[in-house]
């Protein structure tokens, strides 16, 4: 399984961009990114997933370079609520029902008003 | 809201004695994963559960154990609890043989005195 390196926390303001940043300089082809929010009690939340480029949903933006080897997740205009921990994982989609995900330590990400 | 739910909400014990968590999956999904998430660490894979076998442990002993019931709810057990035991125990459900992602339920907070 690629291993995911990401900051370990990061302040931000609410109304802003917030944009966390995953290293996984190994990711297989077969591999897809995933991003999970965490609030604290509470278990992981699925936001989004990606192979390549760019993906888009209500919620975030995921910006994959073409290397692979890092990508992106980009809240726009964060507010109080959006202050959780956020998980970057690696691993093969067509697998990921049935397989076990693995965890890093995860971005602490504070929203301050 | 996933789906899924988990009980108790709490629960305290003492070294050595023995406990057992529930976990009822979201409607159709028949493949359970529990991890556990130490303070300030990311879930850990303990073992994964499909159509009522077990399917992939992690690095966990013996004495962790579980079961899949017919109607796609599970248990953890935990025998001769240590004091590292404590810690916040999660299942997530899904669907095996669908592309999709883990649906994790609230959790369990277990202290160990």
């Known amino acids: 399984l690629a291993k995911t390196t990401q900051p370990i926390s990061m302040d931000s303001y609410e109304g802003q961009e917030v944009n966390i940043t995953c290293s996984h300089n190994n990711i297989a082809t077969n591999d897809y990114i995933t991003w999970y929010q965490q609030f604290p009690s509470q278990g992981p939340r699925f936001i989004i997933q990606g192979y390549k480029t760019k993906v888009t949903n209500e919620v975030a933006s995921l910006f994959i370079p073409a290397d692979r080897k890092s990508s992106t997740l980009s809240l726009p205009r964060v507010s109080l609520s959006d202050t959780a921990v956020y998980y970057c994982l690696v691993g093969d989609q067509i697998k990921a029902a049935g397989n076990k995900l693995t965890f890093g330590g995860g971005t602490r990400v504070l929203v301050k008003p | 809201e996933t789906g899924v739910t988990q009980s108790p909400t709490h629960l305290i014990k003492t070294r050595g004695q023995q406990v057992t968590l529930r976990c009822s999956s979201q409607s159709g999904h028949n493949t359970v994963s529990w991890y556990q998430q130490a303070l300030g660490q990311g879930p850990q894979f303990i073992f994964q559960y499909y159509r009522e076998e077990e399917n992939g442990r992690g690095n966990f002993p013996p004495r962790f154990s579980g079961l899949q019931f017919p109607n796609y709810s599970s248990e953890l057990n935990v025998n001769a609890l240590e004091l590292d035991d404590s810690a916040l125990y999660l299942c997530?459900?899904?669907?095996?043989?669908?592309?999709?992602?883990?649906?994790f339920g609230p959790g369990t907070r277990l202290t160990v005195l």
């Open positions: 997530a459900s899904s669907l095996d043989g669908v592309v999709d992602t883990q649906y």
